[in-house]
Nanobody, 115 residues
Framework: QVQLVESGGGLVQAGGSLRLSCAASRIIFSVATMAWYRQTPRKQRELVAT???????KYADSVKSRFTISRDNAKNTVYLQMNSLKPEDTAVYYC?????????WGQGTQVTVSS
């Protein structure tokens, strides 16, 4: 079974930066599409960014020019570099992969941006 483990969340002031990591195991990582989602108690889970095995990247409009998704296939890890953070970026961030016909999720990591 595919396992995804996120790390890197925390508390940061508005305008600051954080980098999230998601380590994947039991997966042919180099061909897997990887994604970051986020969720707050008041909103549905929101797609933040995706990166395919070929390197095609997409972002939600709300994070374009501020967030960068990347991957290191040698480490089976996907990253989310978050810059110019805003209080509205506060959420639990989840790593996801749609792999072999099903969706896999990490446990989530809390990001809190103070104003």
């Amino acid at each position: 079974q595919v396992q995804l483990v996120e790390s890197g969340g925390g508390l940061v002031q508005a305008g600051g930066s954080l980098r999230l990591s998601c380590a994947a195991s039991r997966i042919i990582f180099s061909v897997a599409t990887m994604a970051w989602y986020r969720q707050t108690p008041r909103k549905q889970r929101e797609l933040v960014a995706t990166i395919t095995g070929a390197g095609t990247i997409k972002y939600a409009d709300s994070v374009k020019s501020r967030f960068t998704i990347s991957r290191d296939n040698a480490k089976n890890t996907v990253y989310l570099q978050m810059n110019s953070l805003k209080p509205e970026d506060t959420a639990v961030y989840y790593c996801n992969t749609p792999y072999a016909g099903r969706d896999y999720w990490g446990q989530g990591t809390q990001v809190t941006v103070s104003s």
